[in-house]
């Protein structure tokens, strides 16, 4: 239950907020055998998370800045207690994968595949980018989870920005 709130996301439209539980939502990465789901309760439930969302794979600034910067700065965020780092973006666990290969992400960022923008409406951070042919994305953002519980939640403001949401931002928040 986030604050009280009804788990069913389609009855709220409050977004997540620090203090929020995360939801317990099916996502998928992209294993050895193929997709593979996973519970975001379980692999963003445990420890320390950096979570950070991109409206999507291969575009622009996901590409050049955001999820380079995580991959750059993975071991100044393990040394201030970082236990997971994970990339979210609403594309199949396939886009995930190649992209991450693409990055070179190896075992650093952990891909996740929300490819029907569940979680991303679990938490009422959903993006309209239908003006630009994307559909419905997730809002560019980056959370630390601690034991499942977000503690911050920095939110992009400025499009094609990642002032807020890059790991230099996460690493003067922790």
């Known amino acids: 239950m986030l604050r009280g709130r ?9 977004p997540i907020a620090i203090g929020d539980t995360i939801p317990d939502i099916t996502v998928m990465t992209l294993g050895e ?7 975001t309760g379980e692999i963003l439930g445990t420890g320390k998370v950096v979570l950070f969302a991109v409206p999507g794979a291969f575009t622009p600034t996901c590409s050049d800045f955001h999820l380079p910067s995580f991959v750059i700065r993975n071991e100044e965020l393990r040394a201030k207690g970082v236990d ?14 190649a992209w991450g290969e693409q990055q070179g992400v190896g075992d650093g960022v952990l891909m996740l595949a929300d490819g029907n923008g569940d979680f991303t409406r679990a938490i009422d951070l959903v993006m309209d980018g239908s003006g630009f042919g994307l559909g419905l994305r997730s809002k560019r953002y980056a959370m630390i989870i601690e034991d499942g519980v977000v503690t911050l939640l920095n939110l992009e403001t400025k499009p094609g920005s990642i002032e807020e949401s890059g790991a230099e931002a996460v690493l003067a928040a922790l």
Do not use: R
Not at 33 to 39: A, H, N
């Open 84 to 97: 997971t780092i994970a990339c979210i973006s609403v594309n199949d666990a396939f886009v995930m994968g």
């Open 33 to 39: 055998s193929g997709p593979t789901p996973v519970q």
């Open 6 to 14: 009804h788990l069913d996301m389609k009855e709220c439209n409050v």
